[in-house]
Structure formats: structure tokens, C-alpha cells
């Protein structure tokens, strides 16, 4: 069964360093999702993409987030600075045409030092 | 985004047991998805209802859609240990980004 798949499973990096999470979302998908789950709370939506432009943002979707889709099949979220509040998992999903239903990725853990 | 209220925040239960969660809202939502979260993975879409009123079962899953648009509940029949995890509902309202509530933790006991 197709799966959504992300890379990679955990990521460390330091205050004000740049890192971009991958994502491979599902071959015949047209809308691509990054959400976010600080621990122990729930899942937070961040930004939507369809037709290689940003649809949707949240609040928490500041300038200091993008996305992109370089090529065909990776989906990426780029944080520019990180910062210690960025710790968290952060879910990539995809959504197929004429549908509701999002299926997420397994995840990237990422802990901001 | 609008607040979703979902309860009980955890339940502790026997196996075999049936277990009842729901979602409430203060404003309309036009699709409401179930999912089941284990620890350190992704959300896994259980159930997902489009229309109000709609129910909607699978395998030993069961969830409605409220006739209000407000609120949904799911249903688990005969629980297995298996279904120990953190179960989320989410709305969408508008646009498509998902809506989630804070999770009902559910331990089922051998």
C-alpha cells in the first residue's frame, strides 16, 4: 500500500541553524500538508500546498518557514533559524484528488539545542 | 483554528470492553476524520465521515457525524490490546487543514 515517507526520523541541530525536513508524499497526491506535535500536545496544522503554491497557514507559519516542491516527488519544509521552540515532530500528509482523507508520514523528530 | 473539545482525555479499560469517545465543537465542520496515533509514529486515518447524520463503520470501529455538524464520536467494540494509543479526532471547516482535538489516550488491560 502507498505510504507517505520522511526523512529523516530525527534530526539535532543548534539555535539559528537552517534545516529542511523531506518528504515523499503519496505518487497520485495533489495536496501536500505539514503539521506539527510539540510533545505530549496535539497535532498543529502548519501550511498546505497545491499547485506549487502555499493554499493555507497557520498563525504559527511565520517568515521564518517555506516549502517547496524541487522536483516531482519530494515535498520540503525548510525552517530558515531555528529555535528552541521548534522542537517537535513535524508530520508531512498528503491528500489524492476529488478526497478528503490526509495521510501522514511516520514523522521527523526535531530537537532544537 | 477553531477549538475542538474531545473527551475523556484517557480511559483505562479491560479487554473486551467497549469503549465511546467524542468531539465537540462551537462552530461547523464540514468532514470529521478519525485518527489512531501510536507513541513516536504518525496519525493513522481510522474513519473518515463526510456528510451529517452520516455513520460510518470499520472493522470494529464506529463513528457518526452529528446531525448539528458540531460534533462525532467513535465507537471501539470489544477492545484488544492492540488498540492501546492515542486516538485523535479532526474537522475540517472551510479550507482542508485538519483541525485536531487533544487526543483521547486509551489503555486496555489484558
Known amino acids: 500500500e502507498p505510504e507517505v515517507t520522511q526523512t529523516p526520523s530525527h534530526q539535532v541541530t543548534q539555535m539559528g541553524q537552517e534545516v529542511i525536513l523531506r518528504c515523499v508524499p503519496i505518487?497520485?497526491?495533489?495536496?501536500f500538508y505539514w503539521y506539527r506535535q510539540i510533545l505530549g500536545q496535539k497535532v498543529e496544522f502548519l501550511v498546505s500546498f497545491y499547485n506549487n503554491e502555499i493554499s493555507e497557514k497557520s498563525e504559527i507559519f511565520d517568515d521564518q518557514f517555506s516549502v517547496e516542491r524541487p522536483d516531482g516527488s519530494n515535498f520540503t519544509l525548510k525552517i530558515r533559524s531555528t529555535k528552541l521552540e521548534d522542537s517537535a515532530m513535524y508530520f508531512c500528509?498528503?491528500?489524492?484528488?476529488?478526497?478528503?482523507?490526509?495521510?501522514f508520514g511516520p514523522g521527523t523528530r526535531l530537537t532544537v539545542t | 483554528g477553531q477549538q475542538l473539545n474531545q473527551s475523556p482525555q484517557s480511559m483505562f479499560i479491560q479487554e473486551g470492553e467497549d469503549v465511546s469517545m467524542n468531539c465537540t465543537s462551537s462552530?461547523?465542520?464540514?468532514?470529521w476524520l478519525w485518527y489512531k496515533q501510536d507513541p513516536g509514529e504518525g496519525p493513522v486515518l481510522l474513519i473518515a465521515?463526510?456528510?451529517?447524520?452520516e455513520l460510518t463503520s470499520n472493522g470494529r470501529l464506529t463513528a457518526q457525524f452529528g446531525i448539528t455538524r458540531k460534533d462525532s464520536f467513535l465507537n471501539i467494540s470489544a477492545s484488544i490490546p492492540s488498540d492501546v494509543g492515542i486516538y485523535f479526532c479532526?474537522?475540517?471547516?472551510?479550507?482542508?487543514?485538519?483541525?485536531f482535538g487533544k487526543g483521547t489516550s486509551l489503555l486496555v488491560t489484558p
Open positions: 505518487s497520485n497526491h495533489l495536496y
Open positions: 465521515l463526510y456528510k451529517a447524520g
Open positions: 462552530s461547523i465542520f464540514n468532514t
Open positions: 479532526a474537522g475540517q471547516d472551510s479550507g482542508y487543514a485538519l483541525n
Open positions: 500528509a498528503s491528500q489524492g484528488p476529488g478526497a478528503y482523507e490526509q495521510y
